[in-house]
């Protein structure tokens, strides 16, 4: 890890996330997270089931840093699944607030969840334009 340029502190937030958890709710299954070496990316590794279909997927989590420039400001992901579908999301927890925007930061579509005292779980709800959404409880496991 780079002293001069170590990860944000927004990025180290997210260190709660680090295990597997069992999701339930509108997805089924597990996703896990786990820091690249040097910590200033998080990948999340997904096994869910949704609408009857399997998602399994990758997300690549962490402020963007272009060669020669200051990272970026928010923490910023992209999902890639094995349909080749790719999304983009952004990324806040504060206190025990987790919000995910769909695409950019104010986004209408977006998760906005709360851990419970001990951080073994957290729950809350999907929110798509137009309805849609759905609620979804991750446990530590």
Known sequence: ????????VELRALERLVGTWAVTGGAEGTVRYEWMPGRYFLIQHVEL?????????????????????????DVVSRYYDSNGNTFDYVYELVGDKLTIWAGERGSPAYFEGVFNADGTSATGDWVYPGGGGYTSTMTRI
Do not use: W
């Open 1 to 8: 890890m780079s002293e001069t340029n170590p990860p944000s």
């Open 49 to 73: 089931t949704q609408s009857g279909e399997p998602v399994t997927g990758m997300e690549l989590i962490g402020n963007l840093r272009p060669f020669g420039e200051p990272a970026g400001k």
